[in-house]
């Protein structure tokens, strides 16, 4: 595992924190350092909405997302479990979980996954969502790993929770509902961008995130902007991240207090 990265990925999660609290792109930090730091094809987070249901707030890739909504859909996966029970859920190999789930285990081999492993986001009693990783081999996950990945998403937990504490509770259930919301707006930007510039959807959310921050703007204020026109994002391919170029990686930096990239 890398070090730095760690030491990186838990310094960026407590620095988003500090200043004005964007959970998506905060949810989109951790999955995407999740990939990485834990050696998985991809991660998804599902996040209980203030009604208690499930929805699925971010990922690392287009097919973690989308199978993630199918867990939700057909209501069968490890995931649904892992929030249910508040316990880690693990599947090694999906081929020899059909029995276990009859629907999902099919269809996340088809999309590419071999293997799972739901991490709860709790604190004590209180589940809120679920960190899942997917890789594309099968085998067990790595303790050493898996406990990484609890810390992750723990630490995910007690800031949305300190966040929760530190508001009334009607305005975090506001936040949270306008964030599952913006989900709608930000997958219309990606489409659109995806199609303006001939990139797949993870390329195009990178480029719409990393736009945002540059420019200090909410990620989904950018992309109600983006889709009603009144942002035309022009110049965008030419100065393409390299957040979005395939085997690179790219560190963000604050360069003062109170700054959100």
Do not use: Y
């Not at 249901?53 to 057909?74: D, H, K, Y």
């Not at 276990?100 to 709860?120: C, D, H, K």
């Not at 420019?215 to 889709?227: G, I, K, P």
């Amino acid at each position: 595992m890398d070090g730095e990265l760690l030491a990186e990925t838990f310094v960026e999660l407590t620095d988003t924190m500090v200043a004005d609290f964007d959970v998506i792109d905060f949810l989109h930090v951790l999955t995407d350092r999740s990939a990485k730091l834990l050696d998985v094809s991809a991660a998804g987070l599902l996040l209980a909405d203030p009604r208690g249901e499930l929805r699925v707030v971010a990922a690392s890739s287009q097919a973690a997302r989308l199978l993630e909504l199918f867990q939700l859909q057909n209501d069968q996966g490890p995931c649904l479990d892992c929030f249910r029970a508040g316990q880690p859920v693990a599947a090694a190999d999906l081929a020899a979980a059909a029995a276990r789930w009859p629907r999902f285990a099919p269809a996340a081999r088809q999309a590419g996954f071999a293997a799972v492993q739901a991490l709860p986001m709790r604190l004590r009693d209180q589940v809120i969502g679920a960190l899942n990783l997917f890789r594309a081999t099968p085998g067990a996950f790595d303790p050493a790993g898996i406990r990484v990945g609890q810390a992750l998403a723990d630490v995910a937990t007690i800031s949305l929770l300190h966040e929760r504490s530190m508001r009334h509770s009607d305005m975090l259930n506001e936040q949270l509902q306008t964030a599952l919301n913006s989900r709608v707006i930000i997958e219309q930007a990606k489409g659109k961008l995806a199609e303006r510039l001939g990139v797949d959807m993870s390329q195009a959310f990178s480029l719409l995130r990393d736009h945002a921050r540059a420019r200090n703007l909410r990620l989904s204020d950018l992309a109600e902007a983006f889709v009603d026109g009144s942002e035309p994002l022009t110049g965008l391919a030419a100065s393409r991240p390299r957040s979005a170029q395939p085997g690179t990686r790219q560190v963000h930096h604050r360069d003062r207090p109170g700054q959100r990239l």
